[in-house]
């Protein structure tokens, strides 16, 4: 069973996505860290993340840069947002993910075009969302915890152009897959938002 779990910055589909995983004993590939790890190699190589070449010069990243704790900063959170517009990088990045999707015995993903680009055959799609002043609460809530000093406004600010730019690029834009079950939880706890999206792949693989 392949779950495509898709939806904007901090709508909560990767917390979404690894209960999931967990749940129906599947692997879990979040691909956001990729476009992270492109984003992150071209501030490496000192180049800007709008060309398109040095945007695909950087697909070539070491995969230890996954691991890095950085690729979770909203610096490099804006810098995967800009390279993810080229197609090349987007064409680089296509085959690890589909040979994720594709694996025996299925897999979690969680994204922007999971169930529209990587996997439209996927079982189940999930289009996670929130409103974006829950959204930005909850992320200033996070970053504020592990000590980073920040406004409520901008981050705000940032979520709005990230949505636009993800939403707004002419490949594989940011949109729910028509067959997509939509779960906004804007209004649910963390724990609900998860029960929701299990009775929902129930629902949706017959699972019973
Ligand atoms: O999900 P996350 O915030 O880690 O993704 C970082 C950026 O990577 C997004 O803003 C989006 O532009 C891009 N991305 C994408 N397609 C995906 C996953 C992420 O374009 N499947």
Same mark, same amino acid.
């Given at each position: ?26 692997? *879990? ?16 190589? @000192? @180049? ?23 690729l ?13 517009? *080229? ?27 999971? @169930? ?5 055959e ?33 981050i ?11 939403? @707004? ?24 938002a ?15």
């Amino acid at each position: 069973m392949i779950i495509a779990v898709d939806g904007p910055t901090a709508s909560g589909k990767g917390t979404i996505a690894r209960a999931l995983a967990a749940r129906f004993g599947l692997p *879990h590939l979040d691909t956001g860290l990729l476009y992270r790890a492109v984003g992150r190699q071209v501030q490496l190589d @000192g @180049g800007n993340p709008d060309d398109p070449g040095a945007a695909l010069a950087a697909c070539d990243f070491p995969s230890s840069l996954l691991d890095e704790e950085i690729l979770r900063s909203e610096e490099v959170g804006g810098f995967a947002s800009r390279v993810s517009v *080229h197609p090349a990088v987007r064409r680089a990045l296509y085959e690890r993910q589909r040979a994720f999707a594709t694996q025996t015995g299925g897999a979690v993903l969680d994204g922007r075009d999971i @169930g529209t680009v990587i996997a439209p055959e996927a079982e189940v799609k999930l289009f996670v969302t929130a409103s974006v002043p829950e959204r930005a609460r909850r992320r200033w809530l996070e970053m504020t915890g592990r000590g980073i000093d920040v406004a409520l406004a901008e981050i705000e600010r940032d979520i709005a152009a990230r949505d636009a730019r993800d939403m @707004g690029r002419k490949d594989a834009p940011l949109i729910a897959a028509p067959d997509a079950v939509l779960l906004d939880n804007t209004h649910l706890g963390r724990d609900e938002a998860i029960a929701a999206a299990i009775a929902a792949v129930r629902a949706r693989a017959d699972l019973g």
